[in-house]
Every structure is written in C-alpha cells, then in structure tokens.
C-alpha cells in the first residue's frame, strides 16, 4: 500500500512563478509574489475571532448492531458476482470494492473479481494482473443498466469519482477517465508508475505520485517534468537523512482539463499534499501541543489560519474550497476532528475513541456530508499494544454534517475492507450508500445545512 506523508516544507524554485502566472493566464486578475517566511521553531497563534463555540460531540466506542436509521432501499450483491474478501486480506489494505454515485439515481459498484493472481516477469507488486467487474445501477430497483470487466496490475486504489459524473482509473503508468458508458478513455500518462492522485475540492487541480527514476525519461505524450515548474517538496518521516538514495517517486500539481504541469519535485516517499484552489496548508509547530494551519497562496504569501491542539502533527484535508477537516491525536491516542474554516474559524469538534483506527473519509460532491469510516478495535493501538487482525472487532461509518457536525447516520460495515471505498454520498448529501450484509443499502437523509460563504474570501479569480 501506500503511505500518505503529510507535507513539511515545500521551497518552490520556479513553481510559484509557474503556479502564478497560470492562474492569471487561466483567470485573470492581479497575482503578487512574496518569498516563502523563513520558519522559527515556534509560531504564535494569529489573534482569536469571537465567534459562537463551536459544537463539540464525543463518538460511542460502541456501534449499534444495525444502522441507526432504516435504509430506504437495499440491493443484493450476490447476484451481481460479487464475493466477499477472506480473512487473509485484513489487514493487507488492498483496494478490493469501490462504490460510487454517479449522479443523485445511480450508482457505480466496482469490485475485484476473485482469481489467481497473474504475476509478470518482474514478481513485483505492479506485477499483479486483477479483474475488477464494473457495474452500473439504477435506483431504486437496482438495475444493471452497464457492466464491464477491467484490469489492474496491483493491488492500490484505481478509481476516483469526479463531480461532473465522469470518474478516473488508475493502471500502472496510466490514467483513464470513463462515464456512464465504462468505457476508458486515455487521459493522462506517466513516465513511471502512478501510485497515488488527489484532487482539490473544485476539482480544477489534481495531485500525483508517480514512481520515476532518476533515468527516466519522458516519452513524446507523456507527462513532463518542466523546469519552470521545480520545486522542492519534503515529506513528514523522510528517511533522506538515513541514506543517500537519490529520490524516485515525483509528486506533481497538474491542472486538471489541460494536464499542464504546475509544480514538480523529487521526493523519498509519496505525499498528501491539502491544496484548495488558493493553496496548500502546512502545519506548523507552536508551543507545547499547538499546531499552526499556514494556508500557502499559489499565487505568493501565507497566511496563517489559526491553531488546533494535538499530541501528534494533523492530518489536513480539504473537505470544500474553504473548509479543512483537521484530524489530530488526544493524549490517549484518541483522534481528534475539528472541522476550521479558511478564515480562521472552528465550526465544530468531534472525539473518537482510540479504538478506532485507519479512517478513510468520503466527502460529497457539494461538500455538505462527510463519511469517517474506522476499524473498530477491541483495544487502542500503541506500540505496547500492535494491531492483530484478531483485534477487529468490526468496521463502522459516522456521517458528519459539515457545517455544523450533526452526525444524521451511524452504521456498521460488513464485510470489513480496511483500505475503504465501501461507503458513498450522492452529489446533493441527502444519499447515503454503504456495502452491508450482502446488500447494498441505501439511506434518504434530510437536506443538509449548507455553510454560509465567508466575506470577503480571498479568491484567485
């Protein structure tokens, strides 16, 4: 599987003059530059707002036996070929299912079909062939209205769902986009190994971690590494103070329509990069447990967002252009959400028990819902106590509302895929879709509340 490193420092040599100057040709407007602050060893908060406090809720170590709500429809999954995943695959991570709405009345449920592995020449991990069978359905009765058969060559995620109801695949060196039809479509292709991608949540950027040699070159219609767009990129946890090995995994920010390269860097592990259409957010270390969000603008200057307690550095991802879900740590090992706003605002809190491990979140097309789904332990994880598969009590999903954290649906998740893409959010939020008990079930939930827009944001166009 792969790792994702959480961003330290980025020194841009020509990529914010790149970045800069693609956003004016592309929107328009006055850029600025400024130098990137040089960086002491702790930051003071910018002055609090005095805004209301924000809500705060602490989840149960205990889900109940069934979803807290009915669901308004369920679809058998036998029926389609699927097969449930054995008890050798926990814990492995390897990316078996994908469930996704295409739009508000159809979804698409793509799942590995079992077999022996096809292994090449290299016995590698990209070396493994897979199958996955694609399936489109029509709710409410669940009809195959398209199916295919696909194939993969490891074991890695390989699909993300876009917000026009396209969606991409990833295979190897390769990046397909498809629609309702299935059909692949070639889009995009690297130089080595995609292993990894992200989009910003307007979807105009995309993210990639690709694995290249420091020998590789790019072919005629490949994706290019330009000199205009260097930068260079250091990871949380990079081992280059342990060895001398020269960087062979590439991490890029591409615009999404044209493929044009905007930045490009060297880096020893692949990276989560948060980026919003203005920026990328990097923590910084403030005193004691304080971390500083510093919002980074492409376009030059920061500007720090205000500050979260945690007992280890936060993992930050953009769940709308101007909302950040914060997930830190408790001083027991419990993880921490604190959803904050780019202008500096907490608008809500959430505790989890530190029987809940290896999150994966799913956010809605329009950014109103949120899905955290965990692994539910019989204990917490720490180095005197590891994970064992025998560990895993169960799998479960939080739905979050994203303005104000009000939690409309809990629900346990069998079976257990520990690498997710078992729960999905329709574009408008009011959907909510999860893998089971053998079926596919689908919950209605009430209309979201939408966050109010800031005044006054700052905005690249």
Known sequence: MVCRRRIRQISF??????????????????VTFAPHPTRAQTVDAPAPHAPAPPKERY???????GPSLPPKWSIPIDPLGFSA???????????????DFIDEDRLLFTFRIPGLLHRDSTNSEEGDERRIRAVLLALPQGTVTAETTWTVHDRLRYLWMLHNGHFLVRDRNNLFE?????ALKPYLDFPGSL???ELDPTEEFLVTNSREPVSTTAKPGQVASPATAAASVTSEQDPSALDNAVPEMVVRILDRKSGQVMLVSRTRTSVHLPINSLGYIENLRGQESKWMLN?????????LLGSVDSACEPDDDFISDREILVTGCGPSGESKLEAVTTDGRTLWISEAPATQVWPHLTVAANSSRIAWATLDMSHAVNSYAPMAAEDVKEQSVTIFDTADGDIPLVAPLNPIFDAGGNVAISPSGQRVALINNGAIQVFELPAPVLAPAAPGTHSAR
């Open 59 to 65: 989840l149960v170590n205990h889900f109940p036996e």
């Open 195 to 197: 292993v990894w991608l």
């Open 13 to 30: 040599k020509y990529g914010v003059a790149a970045v800069a100057a693609f956003i004016l040709l592309t929107f328009g407007g006055a």
């Open 295 to 303: 919002l980074n603008y492409f376009t030059g200057g920061t500007k």
């Open 178 to 182: 498809s629609d309702a039809s299935l």
């Open 85 to 99: 995943p054995g008890a050798l695959y926990l814990g492995s991570r390897n990316a078996l299912v994908s469930l």
